[in-house]
C-alpha cells in the first residue's frame, strides 16, 4: 500500500515553544490530508481535513490558530503547534488519501511532548 | 455522523478465526465500512474497506449485512502479531474513529 511518513517521530520542547510537524506521501499524490491527535488510551480525533491549495477545515473544539496547517503540495503537510502547553503533549497522526471513497494511508505519528 | 458500535474486547486463540462485529444501524446509503487496526503507538493500518458485497484480502474478509446495518471483519487464522486495536469506520469524505475493539490472542 501507499506509504506516509512523519518527521519527526517524537519531540520533546518546552512550554511556550512553537513545534513543527511533517507528513508526506511518498509515493503518490495525496488530494486531502488529515491531522488526527491521540491522547493516552483514547482514540484518534481528527483535528483537520485540508485539500492542496485550501485552507484546512478545523474540527469544533479546534484552535485554528493555535494548530497552523500548511497544505502546500499534494504529497506535503505541516502541522504546527504555537505556544504549546504541557496540555498539547499528545500523539499527533496524519493520514493521507486519494479522496473519498479510497483509504487513507496513516503516517506513523509523532510523540509531542512539552514540558 | 453516523456511528459504528463495538465490543470493547475481544478474545482469540493463536490460529483459530475471530469474527470481529460491529454495528452501523444509521449508515447512509453513500457510507463505505471500512475497518482499521492500530498497534501501540503506531499510526492505523487499513485493514479491508467495502461497499456493499463481501470482500476479501491477503489481510481479512469483511462480511456486510444484507441491509448493510452491521458488518463482521473476520481474521481466518489470528496470529499474535494481529493483537491491536480494530476499528471499523464508515467513511463519507473524512474518517472518524470511535472506541473500536482490543483483540488479544492467547498463544
Known amino acids: 500500500g501507499a506509504v506516509v511518513s512523519q518527521h519527526p517521530s517524537w519531540v520533546i520542547c518546552k512550554s511556550g515553544t512553537s513545534v513543527k510537524i511533517e507528513c508526506r506521501s511518498l509515493d503518490f499524490q495525496a488530494t486531502t490530508m488529515f491531522w488526527y491527535r491521540q491522547f493516552p488510551k483514547q482514540s484518534l480525533m481528527l483535528m483537520a481535513t485540508?485539500?492542496?491549495?485550501?485552507?484546512?477545515?478545523?474540527e469544533q473544539g479546534v484552535e485554528k490558530d493555535k494548530f497552523l496547517i500548511n497544505h502546500a503540495s499534494l504529497t506535503l503537510s505541516t502541522l504546527t503547534v504555537t505556544s504549546a502547553h504541557p496540555e498539547d503533549s499528545s500523539f499527533y497522526i496524519c493520514?493521507?488519501?486519494?479522496?473519498?471513497?479510497?483509504?487513507?494511508?496513516f503516517g506513523p505519528g509523532t510523540r509531542l511532548t512539552v514540558t | 455522523d453516523a456511528k459504528t458500535t463495538q465490543p470493547n474486547s475481544m478474545e482469540s486463540n493463536e490460529e483459530e478465526p475471530v469474527h470481529l462485529p460491529c454495528n452501523h444501524s444509521?449508515?447512509?446509503?453513500?457510507?463505505?465500512i471500512h475497518w482499521y487496526r492500530q498497534l501501540p503507538s503506531q499510526g492505523p493500518e487499513y485493514v479491508i474497506h467495502g461497499l456493499t458485497s463481501n470482500v476479501n484480502n491477503r489481510m481479512a474478509s469483511l462480511a456486510i449485512a444484507e441491509d448493510r446495518k452491521s458488518s463482521t471483519l473476520i481474521l481466518h487464522r489470528a496470529t499474535l502479531r494481529d493483537a491491536a486495536v480494530y476499528y471499523c469506520?464508515?467513511?463519507?469524505?473524512?474518517?472518524?474513529f470511535g472506541a473500536g475493539t482490543r483483540l488479544t490472542v492467547k498463544p
Open positions: 493520514s493521507a488519501s486519494y479522496g473519498a471513497p479510497y483509504e487513507q494511508y
Open positions: 485540508s485539500n492542496e491549495g485550501s485552507k484546512a477545515t478545523y
Open positions: 469506520i464508515l467513511k463519507r469524505n473524512d474518517m472518524r
Open positions: 444509521t449508515i447512509s446509503g453513500t457510507d463505505y
